[in-house]
């Protein structure tokens, strides 16, 4: 069965280091990767996607097919970048989105 | 423009009993998902409606139940509640038919407690 993984339930960085949220994947073709977030008393929404191959508020995620991953990456750390993340994944032959438990970013001053 | 709104914001039921959950997509949207995320987890897939027809389902058993109007909104409805049932009930639309390549709009959820 299709799944996502994210092993750290919580992540403390502090302000100004680099932040790597990781997320593994198992899935036999080729997936559909997101990363979604939610910060304190907002919605959940779209950071970004892997095909996109786009950089939001400073994030990158690079598609590792070997080793089945897809970690959201930020050199520098801010103090808003704080919230819950969550890794998704989409399977081509449908259109169901599989997220992993989440990773809760904590920024420290 | 407006966003995603769903109805009520808290529910309590009791085992055994049917609840009903609604949701408005944003405006321009024909497709809306339903997830359940229980407390500590993701969000997990029930269903999703395109153009009034389900057309994605996930691992939920029959009990779980939907509709899409004509002006796209849409309901879950959930008869013989269980008190595992309990969790936050999201809605997200998109335009297109598919949540995997169109951006997903999420509603702020409707608390479902039952007891």
């Known amino acids: 069965a299709q799944r996502v993984t994210q092993p750290e339930k919580l992540l403390s960085v502090f302000k100004g280091a680099p932040v790597e949220l990781k997320c593994n994947y198992s899935?036999?073709?080729?997936?559909?990767l997101f990363w979604y977030v939610q910060y304190s008393r907002q919605r959940l929404q779209l950071l970004l996607r892997?095909?996109s191959r786009e950089s939001i508020k400073g994030f990158t995620a690079d598609l590792n097919k070997g080793e089945t991953s897809f970690h959201l990456k930020k050199p520098f750390a801010q103090e808003e970048d704080s919230a819950m993340y969550y890794c998704?994944?989409?399977?081509?032959?449908?259109?169901?989105?599989?997220f992993g438990k989440g990773t809760r970013l904590h920024i420290l001053p | 423009e407006t966003g995603v709104t769903q109805s009520p914001t808290h529910l309590i039921k009791t085992r055994g009993q049917q609840v009903t959950l609604r949701c408005s997509s944003q405006?321009?949207?024909?497709?809306v998902s339903w997830y359940q995320q229980a407390l500590g987890q993701g969000p997990q897939f029930i269903f999703q409606?395109?153009?009034?027809?389900?057309?994605g389902r996930g691992n939920f058993p029959p009990r779980f139940s939907g509709l899409q109007f004509p002006n796209y909104s849409s309901e879950l409805n959930v008869n013989a509640l269980e008190l595992d049932d309990s969790a936050l009930y999201l809605c997200?639309?998109?335009?297109?038919?598919?949540?995997?390549?169109?951006?997903?709009?999420f509603g702020p959820g409707t608390r479902l407690t039952v007891l």
């Open positions: 998704a994944l989409s399977r081509n032959r449908d259109d169901k989105i599989i």
């Open positions: 899935y036999s073709g080729s997936p559909e």
């Open positions: 892997h095909i």
């Open positions: 405006s321009g949207h024909n497709t």
């Open positions: 409606y395109y153009r009034e027809e389900e057309n």
């Open positions: 997200a639309s998109c335009w297109g038919g598919r949540a995997s390549t169109d951006t997903q709009y």
